[in-house]
């Protein structure tokens, strides 16, 4: 059974930067996209950020230019950075697995991690 572990989450400071991680096992990474999504407090789940198998990227409107999303295939982790934080990225963030191709579609991805909470003070 597929297995997503994000890490990195905590207090991050307005103006600052806050990477988190999500570790991937039990399935052949390499072969498959990861996404990364946040939901925050009283809001929908939406997309972030996400990467193919190829390593093309996709970013939401929202989040070009402070958003990296990257991948190491040998370790298995997908990564997440944000510079510029901003208190509305005050979110659980999670990340997703599918298929070859990145989606901005949450339905699109089979398997989510158990997300990882940021919180950023101003």
């Known amino acids: 059974q597929v297995q997503l572990v994000e890490s990195g989450g905590g207090l991050g400071q307005a103006g600052g930067s806050r990477g988190i991680s999500c570790a991937a096992s039990?399935?052949?990474?390499?072969?498959?996209?990861m996404g990364w999504f946040r939901q925050a407090p009283g809001k929908e789940r939406e997309f972030v950020a996400a990467?193919?198998?190829?390593?093309?990227?996709t970013y939401a409107d929202s989040g070009k230019g402070r958003f990296t999303i990257s991948r190491d295939n040998a370790q298995n982790t997908v990564y997440r950075q944000i510079n510029s934080l901003k208190p509305d990225a005050t979110a659980v963030y999670y990340c997703?697995?599918?298929?070859?191709?990145?989606?901005?579609?949450?339905?699109?991805?089979?398997?989510w991690g158990q997300g990882t909470q940021v919180p950023v003070s101003s």
């Open positions: 990467i193919s198998s190829a390593g093309g990227t």
């Open positions: 039990r399935f052949t990474f390499s072969y498959y996209a």
């Open positions: 997703a697995v599918r298929p070859r191709s990145g989606s901005s579609l949450s339905g699109d991805y089979g398997s």
